[in-house]
């Protein structure tokens, strides 16, 4: 079942972080092999989007990778995906 996936970036102002490239990857720390790699697109200033298929319920850790003009950024949070029918 394909999901969407969206997060906000902000800038240390409180800004929406516009004009950005975000690539980055849904880590399965159990199975490297399950990992997804996401390409993220802007839909509104500062919100970026993404769908994907999660193959296996559980934790995963969404690492991302934001590039904005000469400015690096990563950002990484863990994410629990539920069973089908939870």
């Known amino acids: 079942k394909q999901e969407r996936l969206q997060v ?3 800038n240390a102002q409180g800004q929406p972080l516009r004009d950005a490239s975000l690539q980055g990857v849904l880590y399965r720390p159990s199975s490297k092999a399950a990992d997804l790699p ?3 697109k802007e839909i509104f200033p500062g ?3 993404t ?9 995963w850790e ?3 990778s934001i590039q904005q003009e000469n400015a690096h950024y990563r950002y990484v949070q863990r994410l629990q995906v539920a069973a089908e029918g939870e």
Do not use: D, E, K
Not at 51 to 59: A, D, R, S
């Open 51 to 59: 769908t994907l298929t999660p193959t296996l319920p559980g934790h």
């Open 62 to 64: 969404l690492r991302l």
């Open 38 to 40: 996401l390409q993220m």
């Open 47 to 49: 919100h970026y989007s």
């Open 8 to 10: 906000v970036i902000r």
